[in-house]
T-cell receptor, first 116, second 113 residues
Framework: AQKITQTQPGMFVQEKEAVTLDCTYD???????LFWYKQPSSGEMIFLIY??????QNATEGRYSLNFQKARKSANLVISASQLGDSAMYFC?????????????FGKGTMLLVSP | DSGVTQTPKHLITATGQRVTLRCSPR?????VYWYQQSLDQGLQFLIQ???????AKGNILERFSAQQFPDLHSELNLSSLELGDSALYFC????????????FGDGTRLSIL
């Protein structure tokens, strides 16, 4: 079974609208972390936001927020007030275990296109 | 700027050849990770080093090897290259702690002709 599932290959949104990118995960660990990365067409991978499994509040970073629903094992990324520069590939990733030594497992990504 | 430096940015070579990709982690980061990103396989973890020691192995081919040096920079060696090895190779680094994100370099785009 896939550990990280991103069911939306592509999403379209108009500038200034909010958009939600879906991510579900599969783990039997109690301690884990969830990350979102952005990959623009130039290729670099940019860290956006982190949510720990024990965090009671949803993470927020500027226009990015993570809608964390632990019981449903989902960690959706919400981008408010979309901008043209948000057009990119978005990856959800998980780190299992609490040691901080373990690696990240990535989903296949969602391509977001923001139109004027 | 993530603070992770990868060289070269682009590499074009032929089948059967050998190449070395280099990575300098962020200052203070002891862990280095290598990933391969291709259209068909997505982002695949290859190998992790922590303070010079191999920590974890992923889907790394036997033709590929890596090492981390005392100054913490890392090299990924790819040999007997095949057309299917064409991909974007990322290096990432991080610090200890489950909440610490991996910071990625800009990648090396490898094209096999």
């Amino acid at each position: 079974a896939q550990k990280i599932t991103q069911t939306q290959p592509g999403m379209f949104v108009q500038e200034k609208e909010a958009v939600t990118l879906d991510c579900t995960y599969d783990t039997s660990d109690q301690s884990y972390g969830l990350f979102w990365y952005k990959q623009p067409s130039s290729g670099e991978m940019i860290f956006l936001i982190y949510q720990g499994s024990y965090d009671e509040q949803n993470a927020t970073e500027g226009r990015y927020s993570l809608n964390f629903q632990k019981a449903r094992k989902s960690a959706n990324l919400v981008i408010s007030a979309s901008q043209l520069g948000d057009s990119a590939m978005y990856f959800c990733a998980m780190r299992e275990g609490g040691s901080g030594y373990s690696t990240l497992t990535f989903g296949k990504g969602t391509m977001l296109l923001v139109s004027p | 700027d993530s603070g992770v430096t990868q060289t070269p940015k682009h590499l074009i070579t032929a089948t059967g050849q050998r190449v070395t990709l280099r990575c300098s982690p962020r200052s203070g980061d002891l862990s280095v990770y290598w990933y391969q990103q291709s259209l068909d396989q997505g982002l695949q973890f290859l190998i992790q080093y922590y303070n010079g020691e191999e920590r974890a192995k992923g889907n790394i081919l036997e033709r590929f090897s890596a090492q981390q040096f005392p100054d913490l920079h890392s090299e990924l060696n790819l040999s007997s290259l095949e057309l299917g090895d064409s991909a974007l190779y990322f290096c990432a680094s991080d610090r200890i702690g489950s909440g610490q994100p991996q910071h990625f370099g800009d990648g090396t785009r490898l094209s096999i002709l």
